[in-house]
């Protein structure tokens, strides 16, 4: 365990701590920074199991601390199954852990780990048929044991959510920088922009990114997030700009209405045209215990460091198939992060071309060029790594188990669109592999992004892996969604309708 | 595929699936069962898993608890335990006059001999401490009601009929069939022609246009009825619970998911399986009136599913005067429920030709003569206002 | 050997999928409906691109040949409160 794991001195980043508050956790006494996550508060007070997994109650640590997985939910308030990871802490917020007894870290109902030869899928099938009461105890059982969170037992009173409605010109959904690129140009074309984000600023993933790039080419390089926020300053809003930030568009109904909450509002959308620029999510890797506290999606270890700045841990091994591997090592090195190991599934070609060789051979990081992660070792937390060189068919597979100590595993590098809203409005789409190991569910756009009627896709969300390429794509929907739903006379501000 | 079947089964849902296997049970012949997509993909995959004989009317009471009694032995009948979980079932009033309705319909009940008990406000409390106390006035309670796995169905009785050389074909369309001089001849299929005399159609919300396929136009139409499932929570709500006043229905699944349906009040006919914003919002007040803690519950996931209903929301089974060999197994809507008595009683009559009582008021004749079954114990609404919509 | 966790949310390991897919369950809304994958809280964000791709190696199927679901709300969970609105669309009475 960490002395004191919140980041101090980062080479790059500074972190502005809001004013000291207190929590509780279990009844335990915790000081936190206003307008931090209570992830972050728990983690930095020295928590590092999370949760238990439905069925085998296996101790689960922060993961993608994106709202995604469902590794951090815990009772706030009363409240069951509040994602931490994006929950900010308020002064005198209870915080409980859930399915667990009589502890997180020691949880009794973990022995049923040991018999998942009962519990496997199917087994009740074949099994329980006769006699019937077996059954039924056996289902009590299992109804007992399973949920995850309690419902709430002394709710508010009912407060109904104002209905809101808009019906913007062009609505863009996400707000990284895709979405941010495609609302500057659309504005500046003269339409009527309406953008949405769930987080509470704009900047999408790369705002919690160091990396250095020079995104359109002639503005040399800048941090990510540098990059970020001068787009940010940008987007101001106007009659010709809505910004919604704490907006979550979650479903395009059969009414043709895309619909959104947002605090106490929900928000009923009929855009003209949309542009859905909503990232993408990680993809975990498969390996023996890979769901221990310790293992971190790179998204995840990111927004840890950059976002709420915490160090996740000590030591870590860095398991990739892209050079995504090598960014993410080269951002936990700066951090503080010892970089043990960069474990790449690729052949050495790989790493002999990535940008971030050199950092890797002057800070002396071991790299292991085809090699795979087969274990985590540790029984509540990461304690190692087994990997293993990729057995090549044909040849034989005496290959040697490397044994890496560490406390951080950080997988990185693979992605599959966030194109949901596409999917739910009927848009075509197919599963690929874009490398032997990376399956993506992708829609099909022509070459001006749009997917169908008047939907649009950009960025990752389009499966673009890039920074650049997302700067670029968000240019090309906001340009083409006005043409397609014509555009304010700059001159006269009268709209051109669009023949 | 062979040839000619003796019988084919348009629908391969939990009704064609059930009639498939006790035809089979009993020696009919060969038996094949045309279904356009994967098996229980329809109703069959989407239904709320409510199972009750707790209903108001004689021709409901005694079809489906011969049904409740198929379900207490369908596991070790078909070999594949389909999780019957029972539970209980209690039927919710929320008001004094509803809670007057539930008095009058277990009257009902036990004339024909159901064991269900009518709770007064202390016992509905005790039984689910989590509702809301301004929506309890009583209700009506059956022990053996219950739920099952609705997939577990399908597939007990899809192997059961696999191992009686029931022939099933899934991923295939039935794109016509053929009468001659008023008598089913074949049915063409997208993998080929069937040739028989006998076919049923038991396509659930596409049984009208099977029925198109012979010229006939069904008393009933499709309609969309929406359903949400929430995250998992710890136990809760033990008994399958309807609602009267909100026309809603829900249990909680052994998973720990809440999932419950509810429908609005002026539903117009769909075909479309996709969720609605109207019956999301709907669906939502609705079951934060019932149990308020569920506000912080989170939805999450949402479905849709098609039914086709008749006026009166019973089912249609029998033969149509119009055509011979055509027989209707549709009009479903409480179809999961009625499968197990269903296919039995059905089998029956198209092995002897002789009409079972407990099916005979469900002929299709009695939409002409005007006598529609009225039930008023039903949450979903019904156009005839036979339902137990809120008076 | 320790479990390889490809579906977290329900604990569901690669060689319960392999189990099922070898048992028969092998078309993925089946596989879907008969392990509980895709279905959690989740909603598949975390266990579709790798269970996608064992499905594909063990059945011989090409991943483009796997049809896409349909996708349905909500792409996160969301809690009912924040749904229960003061009128429903249409100013129908609920």
New interface residues.
């Given amino acids: 365990m960490m002395d004191n794991p919140r980041i101090n001195g980062h080479p790059i980043l500074r972190f502005n701590r809001g004013k000291k508050i207190r929590i509780t956790f279990n009844g335990r006494s915790v000081s936190a920074y206003e307008g931090e996550t209570i992830a972050a508060a728990l983690y930095v007070s020295g928590v590092r199991i999370f949760s238990r997994s439905m069925k085998y109650h296996r101790p689960r640590g922060l993961f993608c601390l994106s709202g995604h997985c469902s590794h951090c939910l815990m009772r706030v308030n009363g409240k069951p199954n509040v994602r931490v990871c994006k929950t900010p802490v308020e002064n005198g917020m209870i915080i409980e852990f859930q399915n667990a007894w009589p502890s997180l870290k020691f949880d009794i109902a973990a022995i049923s780990g040991k018999f998942n030869f009962l519990l496997h899928p199917g087994f009740y099938y074949r099994y329980f048929i006769k006699p019937r009461w077996l059954y039924h105890i056996w289902e009590r059982f299992l109804r007992n044991a399973a949920g995850i969170g309690k419902i709430e037992d002394r709710p508010a009173p009912y407060a109904p959510v104002e209905r809101k409605q808009a019906s913007p010109q062009i609505l863009v959904v996400g707000g990284g920088i895709a979405g941010m690129n495609a609302a500057i140009n659309a504005v500046n074309k003269g339409a009527d922009v309406w953008l949405i984000e769930r987080e509470h600023k704009l900047g999408g993933r790369f705002r919690y990114d160091t990396r250095e790039v020079d995104v359109d080419g002639r503005s040399g390089k800048k941090y990510a997030f540098e990059i970020v926020d001068e787009m940010a300053k940008k987007l101001v809003p106007s009659d010709h700009l809505h910004i919604l930030t704490g907006t979550l568009a979650f479903g395009w109904y059969d009414e043709g209405i895309l619909a959104a909450t947002r605090a106490s509002e929900f928000w009923e959308f009929e855009p003209k045209c949309t542009i859905i620029s909503t990232g993408s999510y990680e993809t975990p890797f498969v390996f023996e215990n890979n769901d221990l506290p310790g293992v971190f999606l790179a998204g995840g270890i990111q927004r840890l460091m950059h976002r709420d700045g915490v160090l996740p841990g000590k030591r870590a091994v860095v398991i990739t198939g892209t050079n995504e591997g090598y960014v993410i090592a080269k951002q936990l090195h700066q951090a503080g992060v010892a970089v043990a190991a960069v474990v790449d599934g690729r052949n050495s070609q790989s790493f002999d071309g990535c940008p971030e060789k050199k950092f890797m051979v002057t800070e002396n990081i071991s790299v292991f060029p085809h090699h795979r992660i087969t274990s985590a070792i540790g029984v509540k937390h990461v304690r190692g790594a087994v990997i293993k060189p990729v057995s090549v068919p044909g040849k034989g597979t005496h290959a040697t188990k490397i044994k890496i100590g560490c406390d951080i595993i950080c997988v990185a590098g693979f992605r599959t669109p966030a194109n949901d809203l596409l999917f739910q409005r009927g848009c075509e789409g197919t599963y690929v592999l874009t490398c032997p190991d990376n399956l993506m569910r992708k829609t099909k756009p022509d070459k001006h992004l749009s997917v169908k009627d008047s939907l649009y896709v950009a960025g990752e969300a389009n499966g673009r892996t890039s920074i650049r390429k997302a700067f670029l794509e968000g240019e090309t929907a906001g340009l083409a969604a006005v043409n397609h739903s014509g555009s304010a006379d700059p001159a006269t501000g009268e709209k051109i309708q669009k023949k | 595929m062979k040839h000619n079947y003796d019988i084919v089964i348009i629908g391969g849902g939990v009704q064609g699936l059930s009639l498939a296997y006790n035809l089979a049970k009993i020696n009919f012949g060969t038996i094949a069962v045309i279904e356009k997509s994967y098996i229980g993909s329809g109703a069959s995959g989407r239904n709320g898993e409510m199972l009750r004989s707790a209903f108001a009317s004689k021709e409901w009471i005694q079809f489906f608890n011969k049904s409740m009694q198929l379900w207490e032995t369908l596991s070790s009948e078909l070999d594949f335990n389909v999780m019957y979980t029972r539970c209980g079932y209690l039927v919710l009033a929320s008001s004094q006059k509803e809670f007057e309705l539930c008095r009058a319909n277990v009257n009902t009940q036990h004339t024909y001999h159901l064991k269900t008990e009518l709770l007064d406000i202390k016992s509905v409390k005790k039984l689910i401490p989590a509702l809301s106390p301004e929506m309890i006035s009583g209700g009506v309670f059956q022990t053996n009601g219950g739920f099952a796995r609705h997939d577990a169905v399908v597939w007990a009785y899809a192997r059961a009929s696999k191992r009686f050389k029931v022939d099933i074909f899934p991923y295939t369309g039935v794109t016509g069939i053929r009468v001659e001089h008023g008598a089913v001849k074949s049915v063409e299929t997208s993998k080929g022609q069937l040739g028989t005399n006998l076919v049923v159609n038991a396509a659930g919300g596409h049984a009208g246009d099977i029925a198109g396929m012979v010229g006939l136009t069904l008393p009933s139409k499709t309609y969309r009825l929406e359903m949400i499932a929430t995250e998992p929570l710890k136990p809760f709500l033990r008994p399958m619970l309807a609602s009267l006043n909100t026309m809603s229905y829900m249990h909680q699944s052994t998973r720990g998911e809440f999932v419950g349906g509810a429908e609005i009040k002026n539903l117009k006919p769909a075909k479309s399986l996709k969720s609605t914003l109207v019956a999301t919002q709907d669906m939502a007040r609705k079951f934060i009136k019932l149990f308020p803690g569920l506000g912080s519950a989170r939805l999450m996931r949402q479905w849709g599913g098609i039914v086709d209903m008749t006026p009166d929301i019973a089912p249609v089974l029998g033969p149509v005067k119009e055509i011979k060999g055509f027989i209707l197994n549709c009009g479903w809507v409480y179809g999961f429920a009625g499968a197990p008595a269903a296919g039995e009683l059905l089998a029956q009559y198209i092995l002897t030709g002789k009409m079972p009582v407990k099916i005979q008021p469900f002929n299709i004749e009695r939409f002409e003569k005007g006598e529609l079954i009225v039930d008023r114990s039903l949450v979903v609404p019904s156009e005839a206002g036979n339902d137990g919509a809120p008076l | 050997?320790?479990?390889?966790?490809?579906c977290?949310?329900?604990?569901?390991?690669?060689s319960?999928i392999i189990?099922?897919i070898e048992?028969g369950y092998d078309?993925i809304?089946?596989l879907k409906?008969?392990?509980?994958i895709f279905?959690?809280?989740?909603?598949g964000?975390?266990?579709?691109?790798?269970v996608?791709?064992l499905f594909a190696q063990k059945t011989g199927q090409s991943?483009?040949s796997?049809r896409?679901p349909?996708?349905?709300?909500?792409?996160?969970?969301?809690?009912?409160?924040?749904?229960?609105?003061?009128?429903?669309?249409?100013d129908?009475?609920?």
């Fill in positions: 050997m320790s479990k390889k966790i490809i977290f949310c329900h604990d569901i390991t690669e319960d189990t099922a048992a078309d809304e089946m409906r008969f392990t509980g279905m959690g809280p989740c909603q964000k975390m266990c579709m691109q790798n996608l791709k991943i483009e796997i896409v349909t996708l349905r709300p909500p792409v996160e969970p969301i809690p009912l409160g924040a749904l229960a609105t003061e009128t429903v669309r249409d129908h009475e609920a």
